[in-house]
């Protein structure tokens, strides 16, 4: 079985900075496509940002030029560097990733989520 659990939320004044980690751990096991939602109450889990395994980006219109998706495929974890936050940034942030195992084939998996709080 494949884990993937997020570390890095917190609370956060508007401006300010935040790193997140996801980083997957099991058996046997083979990334594609990773990347970051958020769920804010009340409303819809949205696609942030997404990274292929070569380093291609996407993201959302919301967050581009204040977020910058990275990952490092050895240390099978992904992370999301969140510039010049704002309130409306407030959300839980999941982990996603396409992974491939000998006992399971190919399917997503999801972490628990993080908390980021933006409010001064």
């Known amino acids: 079985q494949v884990q993937l659990v997020e570390s890095g939320g917190g609370l956060v004044q508007p401006g300010g900075s935040l790193r997140l980690s996801c980083a997957a751990s099991g058996d046997a096991f083979f990334i594609y496509d990773m990347g970051w939602y958020r769920q804010a109450p009340g409303k819809q889990r949205e696609l942030v940002a997404s990274?292929?395994?070569?380093?291609?980006?996407n993201y959302a219109d919301s967050v581009k030029g204040r977020f910058t998706i990275s990952r490092d495929n050895a240390k099978e974890t992904m992370y999301q560097q969140m510039n010049s936050l704002k309130p409306e940034d407030t959300a839980v942030y999941h982990c996603n990733a396409d992974i491939i195992t000998c006992t399971v084939g190919r399917r997503d998996y999801w972490g628990q989520g993080t908390q980021v709080t933006v409010s001064s």
């Open positions: 990274i292929t395994r070569g380093g291609g980006t």
